[in-house]
């Protein structure tokens, strides 16, 4: 192995005005700095996990060292995709391009979806008061409908609802408005409810975002019990988002990234066979970010790695 | 950085052996070859070696574009492909056209593939396989003793027309694997040669004296009931899929849970399809098995890989016109530290096979056998160089 592009120490930066918030840099000998932002105890445990594994690694082995941290027991696995998302960052700048390129993608924008309107896409929290949401929905009804020919509204339920009591929301929603897509209608682990709440309402059913790696998509993916994967790149990593979106990829499953640090995950799109929307973050104005959203579009720049760090 | 132009040129070679299986039970020596060259406006060119000659129509997909962005490229790629068809030719060109693309794209970032797509070591566990059929007992022994010199400690063995000569050869197959360790991993491979329920009554009979760990190809491509069946029915795994070109033709073995190996080559659309189809496999908890192919080029991709098992070697000699960075020791295959795939090309002997093509025996491409899938047609005296089985 080449020594510069060993992996040797790790440094955890605060997040200004954002004390829950942490910098992580995973510097090699002579090579690349890889940087990733998480939460605070995350990188703690990070930190501890690239001590006991990474240190003295290839950084470029990206791929095979997520596969090396997720075989340990009790991993921790929103440490390990904060690592592999500095890891894919130092391999970015290894190679001097911009992460989505070093993924192969295009660089392409991607249709935002927010809760705030100022995305292509809406996604609206439900509560127990039907009437509030209904509210909600027309609200993002009118605001979307300015931008596509048809609007694209995903719902989320509530955490305590049942396939039963979605089914029931949804069906009274859905004689006023288009769904396209319920989050979490029941519990993740439900693959009977989800099945029985997607053949009953007309809206597809999404899950993932708490998913940390392939095995809790497993069941889902032999039971073809989704219709959208929701990938969050804080848990499952970069590489696991990539492995999994092929995966879906099996059926065509449409994918949403959840929402990332300075919106890092827009880097997947291009590399993503059903890539289909990204959820908008807001970005903390001391964090440097090279993916730019205007008007409910989010474009990466050719900023060389991920473009996270922090205004000097 | 823009993708300029290719060069595709084809050639017929003649191996250092014969190929051959239950379909070619006579055997095979003269193989066509192909190797693609993706060409740059910086002069650098990325390489790949298949079957795909209907490039011409899909460059327009990728012409004038940064060539770093390969899985875009397959997307559009894809897409393009939408009515045209992405089956056959077409799927075998987008594959070729991709590998070429993922060769340029090491090549330009100074790494062999293998650490491009994040592999800690560019290193792959490698079982023999003799694509055997036409081989003599002695040279079947021969073959296998030196793979097994190398280190390697499984092997698969070409059968599905005579029961006893199979029993026999899989007992010589297993004593020559046994220099490199005291259990060889014995696989066998029928080739759709039987139905499933054919494959049931011999796979079961030869269970009865050998612990087999996969079988291959013991019903048709596609039939996940046929497979799942087989699978059920004996103890050895069911691997599959070499006879597929996509993950969208994969999708019912996957789904309906017909086969625990599959079988992935740069035929499956490429290296981006190669790597979607593992890890939509990897969802599904099913391990991926990389094929042969000249100068093991695909190993770079097998080694990086989260589900790969073990790899096909054959060294069947076909390389004549290529020069390669790896080599088999210590039951792996040990690659280099030479960018892209690590291939390159002589010139010279290519165009000498251009100009003049070898002659030998072949049978491109490789039709099905009379009886398959219905009753098997045994093989007469003179068809294969070894014994036959005396009829009851």
Known sequence: ?312 | MKITGFRLDTYMMRMDREVGDANLPEGVDLMPGAILRIETDEGVEGLSLGFGTGIADLFPAIEGRDPRDVVAHWIRMNDWLHKAGNEGMASLSLGAIDSALWDLKAKLAGQPLWRLLGAREGRVKAYASGLDYSLSDEDLFAFYRRMAEKGITAGKLKVGLDFEGDLRRLGIMREALSFATDRPGLMIDSNEYWSAKQAIRWISRIEEKFDLVWVEEPARRWDYHGLRQVSRAIKADVASAENLKSLHQIYPLLANDAADVLNISANHSGVTGCRQIAHAAHGFGVPVSMMNCQANFMAHVAAALPNHNMMEIVDPGREHCLTFDNRVEDGHIVIGDTPGFGVGVLEDVLARLQADPPQGKGKFPFPRREGAGRFIVPLKQGDVPWELSKPN
């Open chain 1, 1 to 312: 192995m080449e020594d510069g592009v060993k992996i040797k120490n790790i440094s955890i930066t605060a997040v200004p005005e954002h004390p829950d918030q942490a910098l992580v840099s995973l510097m090699t000998e002579h090579g690349p700095c890889g940087h990733s932002i998480c939460d605070v105890a995350v990188s703690e445990a990070a930190a501890d996990l690239a001590r006991r594994l990474l240190f003295g690694e290839d950084a470029r082995a990206v791929t095979a060292l997520y596969a090396h941290m997720h075989s340990q027991d009790n991993k921790p696995a929103a440490a390990i995709a904060t690592l592999d998302m500095a890891l894919w960052d130092a391999k970015a700048k290894g190679e001097g391009v911009p992460l989505w390129r070093s993924l192969g993608g295009d660089g392409r924008s991607a249709y935002l979806i927010s809760d705030d309107h100022s995305g292509h896409a809406a996604r609206i929290t439900l509560t127990d008061d039907a009437a509030n949401d209904l509210d909600a929905i027309a609200a993002a009804h009118k605001a979307l409908s300015r931008r596509l020919v048809e609007p694209v509204i995903m719902v989320m339920a509530p955490e305590n609802w049942t396939a039963d009591i979605a089914i029931a929301r949804m069906q009274e929603i859905e004689q006023h408005f288009d769904i396209s897509y319920i989050e979490a209608p029941c519990s993740a682990e439900d693959i009977e409810g989800q099945l029985k709440v997607s053949a009953a309402v007309r809206a597809g059913v999404a899950e993932g975002r708490s998913f940390s790696g392939r095995q809790q998509f497993a069941p889902h993916l032999k039971a073809r019990s989704l219709d959208m994967f929701l990938l969050n790149i804080h848990e499952i990593g970069i590489t696991g988002a990539i492995e999994m979106a092929d995966a879906a990829f099996t059926y065509e499953l449409p994918i949403l990234i959840t929402g990332s640090a300075g919106n890092v995950g827009v880097h997947l799109a291009g590399a993503m066979p059903y890539f289909a929307f990204a959820e908008k973050s807001v970005v903390p104005s001391c964090l440097t970010t090279s993916v730019h959203c205007d008007n409910g579009i989010a474009k990466p720049d050719h900023t060389i790695g991920n473009g996270l760090g922090l205004h000097t």
